[in-house]
Nanobody, 125 residues
């Protein structure tokens, strides 16, 4: 079992940048497919980005492609989401998730077994 804790959320102006962190404990994140999801008020949780086991590849939602970058640090047992050129529509609670059953990218929230509590990102226009 892995425990996930997100951090790094906050307020940013449109066009600005934030970096989110997801610290894993209990097991190394490289044993899972890791992902970031987000959920805005009144909306469903949506996929943002994922990284396969051992960081072989990353995959992004079209809405963030070219602006967000997901990466992992094995030494820190932490995955990151670098968010650049942020837009007001990026405002949401961002969640880190881990899937233990898969080796390829998964975009459905139901495919993930472990979740963090989330970190709020606010983007002002």
């Amino acid at each position: 079992q892995v425990h996930l804790v997100e951090s790094g959320g906050g307020w940013v102006q449109s066009g600005g940048s934030l970096r989110l962190s997801c610290a894993a404990s209990g097991r190394t994140f490289s044993q899972y497919v890791m992902a970031w999801f987000r959920q805005a008020p009144g909306k469903e949780r949506e996929f943002v980005a994922s990284i396969t086991r051992n960081g072989v590849s990353t995959y992004y939602a079209d809405s963030v492609k070219g602006r967000f970058t997901m990466s992992g640090d094995n030494a820190e047992n932490t995955v990151y989401l670098q968010m650049n050129s942020q837009k007001p529509e990026d405002a949401a609670v961002y969640y880190c998730a881990a899937a233990q059953r898969y080796y390829t990218h998964r975009i459905r929230a139901g495919d993930y077994d472990y979740w963090g509590r989330g970190t709020q990102v606010t983007v002002s226009s």
